[in-house]
């Protein structure tokens, strides 16, 4: 009930962001279809590809003009939308994917394939769709890997290890590949090829899925650790040569990676035994702990998180409840039900949908978090239709 009062807010990412994002609207966008006006919805999804760059690059989101009020000097304006600013982090490359399922699921929950026809600045929201795969597999392919890059983060995270320009690709840059981007890639050519209706368009995705799949499992699964490889640099890494980075447990990207189908039950069972031990040798308060162990700083520019900070190690329930949805969809719904009540339960403690959490369990940053909102609201949807399948 409480994330679906939320809802009815509107679309902006939480309090104290005025901005829609693609990779935040695709995490609540369902719940939002049965709580606002779904007309609303499809001009807040058109909106995004009047800022499709002419290179087919998508952008992070946009905000109002008048509400833009931060230090950005890369800013992105449209003729055709004049009221609003766009933005981006290019250190990401789950932009143009994340919409592709934003769309995706607003056509399964309204059946409205029409906005797949709609026109925006000469092109169907199809073809943009297709001209933003484009952009990914011309700059962000690795033809050596047969994968997609970006820069040098924390998992899933907006924050380049090595400062800098912090969210944006510097001279500091680190190019590499991780198992987050190319999940969210996979989950996108699946959504693309249910989208599609010329075969030789279904072809290519299929293609192309069954290609990332097999290099996923080929360079990035680690399968005497079980466990994915954190990155593969294309020229050098940004830590010292004595630093083990495949110490460390990628909570988020592996349970995108879930959803997209690269585990079998027998290594989820695996994975999930070694994300509950992290959360005990941690202290964090719940499955949502980003990475384990935490980069120590000395490894890290002097302006990016510490230990246990932020995407370094802090609690995202905006992660944490998408392994719950996971482990319910592949029968672990004993295990499901058991991590999902710490989450639950600071909702209601600290009346709110934040961000993210301390290991002391201290909520942080936006209190309206539409991301934590619409993961912990669809968890319990699929706790329910499981009840009521097995009565």
């Known amino acids: 009930k409480m994330a679906r009062e939320l809802m009815?807010?509107?679309?902006?990412?939480?309090?104290?962001?005025?901005?829609?994002?693609?990779r935040d609207l695709n995490t609540f966008i369902e719940l939002s279809c049965d709580e606002y006006d779904v007309d609303v919805i499809r001009e807040n999804l058109l909106m995004f590809f009047h800022f499709q760059q002419v290179n087919g690059e998508l952008l992070d989101g946009y905000v109002p003009r008048e509400a833009f009020d931060w230090d950005d000097p890369h800013t992105y304006e449209s003729t055709t939308a004049p009221g609003h600013l766009g933005f981006k982090n290019t250190v990401e490359t789950d932009q143009e994917t994340s919409l592709i399922q934003a769309i995706a699921k607003y056509v399964l929950k309204t059946n409205d394939r029409s906005i797949l026809e709609e026109k925006v600045v000469g092109k169907t929201v199809y073809q943009r769709l297709v001209i933003a795969l484009d952009y990914l597999q011309r700059e962000r392919y690795s033809e050596k890997y047969g994968l997609f890059t970006g820069a040098t983060t924390f998992d899933w995270g907006d924050v380049q290890v090595e400062g800098g320009a912090v969210v944006d690709i510097d001279e500091n840059t680190h190019w590499s590949i991780d198992i987050y981007?190319?999940?969210?890639?996979?989950?996108?050519?699946?959504?693309m090829m249910n989208l599609a209706r010329d075969p030789e368009d279904l072809k290519r995705w299929k293609r192309l899925h069954s290609t990332i799949r097999a290099n996923v499992r080929k360079y990035l699964w680690d399968a005497e650790q079980n466990k994915f490889i954190p990155h593969i640099y294309l020229d050098g890494s940004p830590f010292p040569h004595d630093f083990d980075e495949n110490a460390i447990h990628y909570h988020g990207g592996t349970a995108v990676a879930i959803e997209a189908g690269l585990l079998s039950n027998q290594e989820i069972a695996a994975v999930l035994?070694?994300?509950?031990?992290?959360?005990?040798?941690?202290?964090?308060?719940?499955?949502?702990?980003?990475?384990?162990?935490?980069?120590p700083?000395?490894?890290?520019?002097?302006?990016?998180?510490?230990?246990?900070?932020?995407?370094?190690?802090?609690?995202?329930?905006?992660?944490?409840?998408?392994?719950?949805?996971?482990?319910?969809?592949?029968?672990?719904?004993?295990?499901?039900?058991?991590?999902a009540h710490p989450m639950y339960a600071r909702v209601l403690k600290n009346d709110g949908f934040f961000e993210w959490y301390t290991k002391e369990g201290a909520p942080q940053g936006s209190a309206e978090f539409k991301g934590s909102a619409g993961v912990l609201a669809k968890s319990i949807s699929m706790f329910q239709e499981w009840a009521r399948e097995n009565k």
Do not use: C, H
């Open 181 to 191: 981007d190319n999940a969210m890639l996979l989950i996108a050519l699946k959504d």
């Open 8 to 22: 009815k807010k509107g679309f902006y990412a939480g309090s104290g962001y005025q901005m829609v994002w693609a």
């Open 297 to 339: 700083k000395e490894v890290l520019a002097k302006n990016v998180s510490a230990p246990y900070q932020y995407q370094n190690g802090g609690d995202w329930t905006w992660f944490g409840g998408r392994m719950i949805q996971q482990l319910i969809a592949y029968g672990f719904v004993a295990e499901a039900y058991e991590l």
């Open 273 to 295: 035994q070694q994300m509950k031990k992290n959360v005990e040798l941690s202290g964090a308060p719940s499955i949502g702990l980003t990475v384990y162990p935490p980069y």
